[in-house]
């Protein structure tokens, strides 16, 4: 039974990492609906060849910080278990790749392309994995100090604060150290609004997302026979609670409407195995409810010129999610327990200080050596025409 039983993991974290695989076309096309009609080529080209870039990076640095484990030996001994290992890598890179396509949206029709490629190589084979390893394979001690201290480890089953905190308290880093887009701001406070150019490609992109997402959460069980349809139905109840509460609050926009879900599903990825489906409608609704308020808030009263929200929505949200899970993860509110508040606020905070560390030692660094942003004319001309020569829908032939 044991051959059996191995090649059935291994086709269930493949099914997995390809439902994952999916998402980022969700991404691409959710950026794609936001950002004006001038960097819609952009958007698209980043999601793939950064991908691709996480791929690289992981493969032969990254997989290797978090797990301890690399790839340099024979193909027959890679192959040993059906490959699993080589398929869990997949699984996993299909988390680690969503850091980049999470900054993406937050620098969105002001970044250079090729400064943002080296960016993502360094997080995801650096950044990332230090975190990731420290949560999820237990590398430092850390969480066996949590243990010792709280009867419990920090605990996040499918990446609240290991992928969407990191990645949107990274996007942070980036968008404060690039700047807001030209004529965003004026000195004498007026906002130039920049509205979406395409909300059926946004909520395309938020639909391939929400679908995806239940690989990105059932799977992470990462073994059949630890799969739950508990997470599958607290997913869901989560998505539900974001997406009425971003309706109630965003007052129909379908902006809000559709990041909703996203939302939602941010939050309850930590604590996806443990709350009850009420509490995940709880958490899923908190998450809506933040994502609206602090999107609005950081835009217009602050000025941070964050293009998807992706720091209200991946960095607080994920934040939150991690929260979340030792609030109603606990067996007073309806949960399985074996978790602990104090724990699960040690870790998010750790998270959140790595990500932010992370993210400005690397576009800090970038923007000294190579620059971080197009130039006024580039940004002008948008960055299809300015980086790929051409428009997402041109009217006339491309001169070569």
């Given at each position: 039974?044991?051959?059996?039983?191995?090649?059935?993991?291994?086709?269930?974290?493949?099914?997995?990492?390809?439902?994952?695989?999916?998402?980022?076309?969700?991404?691409?096309?959710?950026?794609?609906?936001?950002?004006?009609?001038?960097?819609?080529?952009?958007?698209?080209?980043?999601?793939?060849?950064?991908?691709?870039?996480?791929?690289?990076?992981?493969?032969?640095?990254?997989?290797?910080?978090?797990?301890?484990?690399?790839?340099?030996?024979?193909?027959?001994?890679?192959?040993?278990?059906?490959?699993?290992?080589?398929?869990?890598?997949?699984?996993?890179?299909?988390?680690?790749?969503?850091?980049?396509?999470?900054?993406?949206?937050?620098?969105?029709?002001?970044?250079?392309?090729?400064?943002?490629?080296?960016?993502?190589?360094?997080?995801?084979?650096?950044?990332?994995?230090?975190?990731?390893?420290?949560?999820?394979?237990?590398?430092?001690?850390?969480?066996?100090?949590?243990?010792?201290?709280?009867?419990?480890?920090?605990?996040?089953?499918?990446?609240?604060?290991?992928?969407?905190?990191?990645?949107?308290?990274?996007?942070?880093?980036?968008?404060?150290?690039?700047?807001?887009?030209?004529?965003?701001?004026?000195?004498?406070?007026?906002?130039?609004?920049?509205?979406?150019?395409?909300?059926?490609?946004?909520?395309?992109?938020?639909?391939?997302?929400?679908?995806?997402?239940?690989?990105?959460?059932?799977?992470?069980?990462?073994?059949?026979?630890?799969?739950?349809?508990?997470?599958?139905?607290?997913?869901?109840?989560?998505?539900?609670?974001?997406?009425?509460?971003?309706?109630?609050?965003?007052?129909?926009?379908?902006?809000?409407?559709?990041?909703?879900?996203?939302?939602?599903?941010?939050?309850?990825?930590?604590?996806?195995?443990?709350?009850?489906?009420?509490?995940?409608?709880?958490?899923?609704?908190?998450?809506?409810?933040?994502?609206?308020?602090?999107?609005?808030?950081?835009?217009?009263?602050?000025?941070?010129?964050?293009?998807?929200?992706?720091?209200?929505?991946?960095?607080?949200?994920?934040?939150?999610?991690?929260?979340?899970?030792g609030i109603f993860g606990a067996k007073a509110l309806g949960g399985l327990g074996r978790v602990s508040f104090v724990a699960q606020f040690v870790g998010t905070a750790l998270g959140i200080a790595i990500a932010l560390a992370g993210g400005f030692a690397v576009y800090g660094l970038l923007k000294q050596l190579l620059g971080l942003r197009l130039g006024p004319e580039e940004e002008f001309n948008g960055a299809d025409l300015s980086i790929h020569k051409i428009g997402a829908t041109p009217e006339r032939e491309v001169p070569w």
């Amino acid at each position: 039974m044991e051959p059996l039983k191995t090649s059935a993991d291994v086709l269930f974290i493949l099914l997995g990492a390809i439902m994952i695989l999916a998402m980022h076309a969700g991404f691409a096309f959710l950026e794609l609906g936001t950002v004006r009609k001038k960097n819609q080529v952009n958007a698209l080209v980043k999601i793939l060849t950064d991908f691709s870039v996480s791929t690289l990076a992981y493969f032969f640095v990254g997989y290797g910080i978090a797990y301890g484990v690399h790839f340099f030996s024979s193909a027959e001994a890679l192959a040993q278990k059906s490959g699993y290992e080589l398929v869990r890598f997949f699984f996993l890179l299909t988390f680690a790749a969503a850091i980049p396509a999470i900054v993406s949206g937050g620098i969105a029709e002001r970044a250079k392309f090729n400064s943002q490629l080296l960016a993502t190589g360094l997080l995801v084979g650096l950044v990332y994995p230090f975190f990731e390893g420290i949560a999820w394979n237990g590398n430092f001690g850390v969480q066996a100090w949590l243990k010792s201290l709280f009867d419990a480890e920090f605990h996040d089953f499918a990446g609240s604060v290991v992928v969407h905190a990191m990645g949107g308290w990274i996007a942070l880093a980036a968008v404060l150290l690039l700047g807001a887009r030209r004529g965003r701001y004026t000195r004498e406070g007026a906002i130039s609004a920049h509205p979406p150019s395409s909300i059926p490609f946004l909520a395309l992109g938020a639909w391939v997302l929400t679908v995806g997402w239940f690989g990105f959460n059932v799977m992470s069980a990462q073994t059949i026979d630890k799969i739950s349809g508990l997470v599958a139905i607290n997913s869901l109840m989560a998505m539900v609670g974001g997406t009425l509460a971003a309706l109630a609050a965003g007052r129909n926009d379908p902006g809000f409407v559709h990041n909703g879900p996203l939302a939602g599903l941010v939050a309850i990825c930590a604590g996806s195995d443990l709350m009850h489906p009420i509490g995940a409608l709880v958490t899923g609704a908190v998450a809506g409810l933040l994502f609206v308020y602090l999107f609005t808030l950081t835009q217009n009263r602050w000025k941070i010129d964050d293009v998807l929200g992706v720091w209200p929505l991946h960095g607080l949200c994920g934040a939150w999610g991690g929260l979340a899970a030792g609030i109603f993860g606990a067996k007073a509110l309806g949960g399985l327990g074996r978790v602990s508040f104090v724990a699960q606020f040690v870790g998010t905070a750790l998270g959140i200080a790595i990500a932010l560390a992370g993210g400005f030692a690397v576009y800090g660094l970038l923007k000294q050596l190579l620059g971080l942003r197009l130039g006024p004319e580039e940004e002008f001309n948008g960055a299809d025409l300015s980086i790929h020569k051409i428009g997402a829908t041109p009217e006339r032939e491309v001169p070569w």
